[in-house]
């Protein structure tokens, strides 16, 4: 159980109220039903419950997460290697929930998303291609490191992706980073019936 329960429509303050339906149209329209952000009652569950106890930052919040998915130069795949890469770091039960599920609407097998999850690069028969390699590899280094990405890396990003994507990537990373945090200092749990 989160440390902040959610919050049942019914319950909701004047404010949270405004930031809930915001919320709830972002949500429907970016993550369609490609996994669980509500519970049976309606509340929000995941990095959504504990933001509605902080309603000035849900709007700051979801504009920066569907500005972020305007961001070109990072193909879909690559871009869910680094989210699962980043959450394999901080071991976040519910971001890694989610982002297998997003991550299975891309080009990634079960295998890849499995090992990216897992914090291990696919390799043999199972390897990434050469974006998803440098997506693992620039999230995995930024995100258990201290100081500047390596210039090897940077070089390989900018090669991969352009500056434009190399820019996306690295924004990926930062996002997922703080998103992984709060679910972890909240406790987030994985929705109930569902696995990671």
């Known amino acids: 159980m989160s440390r902040y329960s959610p919050i049942a429509p019914s319950s909701l303050t004047a404010d949270q109220h405004k930031a809930y339906d915001e919320a709830s149209e972002i ?17 929000f569950i995941g990095p959504f419950a504990p933001l509605l106890f902080t309603p000035t930052l849900v709007d700051p919040f979801f504009k920066l997460v569907v500005e972020l998915g305007k961001l070109p130069g990072l193909p ?3 871009r869910e290697v680094a989210i699962l890469a ?16 997003v991550a299975a609407f891309t080009s990634l097998t079960a295998a890849q998303i499995g090992s990216v999850k897992s914090g291990k690069k696919p390799f043999g028969d199972n390897a990434l291609d050469e ?21 090897a890396n940077w070089k390989r990003a900018e090669h991969a992706f352009g500056k434009e994507g190399t820019a996306a ?3 990926y990373v930062g996002v997922y ?3 992984c945090i709060l679910l ?3 406790d987030a749990p994985v929705p109930q019936g569902e696995r990671c």
């Open 177 to 179: 980073a703080y998103t």
């Open 169 to 171: 990537l690295i924004q």
């Open 27 to 43: 949500c429907s329209s970016v993550f369609g039903d490609k996994f669980l952000y509500k519970n049976e009652d309606g509340a």
């Open 131 to 151: 974006q998803g390699n440098v997506a693992f590899d620039v999230a995995i280094e930024l995100s258990h490191k201290q100081g500047p990405m390596t210039e």
């Open 184 to 186: 972890n200092g909240v």
């Open 76 to 78: 879909g795949s690559a």
């Open 86 to 101: 980043t959450g394999s770091r901080f071991q976040s039960k519910y971001e890694l929930y989610a982002h297998e599920r």
